[in-house]
């Protein structure tokens, strides 16, 4: 079964330490990958997506199809970076753009 | 633009009530879905469309409907409300579901408390 696993709930680190959200998949496929974050009081968007290999406010995140994994990662973490991040797959030789969901991590940067 | 909206923002309905989503958005996107969000389970998808006039099941569709009658618009229905939909409900709309294309947009979210 097709699914997505982010075991970390909560993530709280202080400003400047390095960030590193997990995210693990499950798929017989070739998914694609992506980052959704949501900001406090601001809608879900797209943080970044596999395929893209760019760095978006710092974070990065490499698919390592061996270890089924898609972990998001900042060198230095800032207060800004504080909301809930979901880590997404979508089958990739599909067109339906369906998107399945991890759990989410909620990131806390304390000052 | 406005990009993706929402109606309502919020909503208490009781058991049994029927009520109807709307979700509208003015991108011009082919691709629409509707997702429940609970705590400890993000984002599921309930039902999808992939053009005006179609749509699909998507991972929890029981006691749900969706119309797409108009490209614009994505309506999700409850026919019968139960506590168990309780839930925060989110539109989004992307321009196709190809690599490059499916980034999707996302609505500010439905907040509905089946009683």
């Known amino acids: 079964a097709q699914r997505v696993t982010q075991p970390e709930k909560l993530l709280s680190v202080f400003k400047g330490a390095p960030v590193e959200l997990k995210c693990n998949y499950s798929?017989?496929?070739?998914?694609?990958l992506f980052w959704y974050v949501q900001y406090s009081r601001q809608r879900l968007q797209l943080l970044l997506r596999?395929?893209s290999r760019e760095s978006i406010k710092g974070f990065t995140a490499d698919l390592n199809k061996g270890e089924t994994s898609f972990h998001l990662k900042k060198p230095f973490a800032q207060e800004e970076d504080s909301a809930m991040y979901y880590c997404?797959?979508?089958?990739?030789?599909?067109?339906?753009?369906?998107?399945?969901f991890g759990q989410g991590t909620t990131l806390q940067v304390k000052p | 633009n406005a990009g993706v909206t929402q109606t309502p923002k919020f909503r208490v309905l009781k058991t049994g009530q029927s009520m109807t989503l709307l979700c509208a958005q003015d991108?011009?996107?082919?691709?629409m879905y509707w997702y429940r969000q609970d705590p400890g389970m993000g984002l599921r998808l309930i039902h999808y469309?992939?053009?005006?006039?179609?749509?699909a099941k998507g991972e929890v569709p029981d006691g749900y409907n969706v119309s797409r009658l108009k490209k614009q618009n994505f309506l999700l229905g409850l026919e019968s409300a139960a506590p168990s939909q309780t839930s925060v409900y989110f539109c989004?709309?992307?321009?196709?579901?190809?690599?490059?294309?499916?980034?999707?947009?996302f609505g500010p979210g439905t907040r509905l408390t089946v009683l």
């Open positions: 989004a709309s992307s321009y196709s579901g190809q690599l490059q294309n499916n980034e999707q947009f």
């Open positions: 798929y017989s496929g070739s998914p694609e």
């Open positions: 596999h395929i």
């Open positions: 997404a797959l979508s089958h990739g030789s599909s067109n339906t753009g369906k998107l399945i």
């Open positions: 991108m011009n996107h082919e691709y």
């Open positions: 469309s992939v053009g005006e006039g179609t749509t």
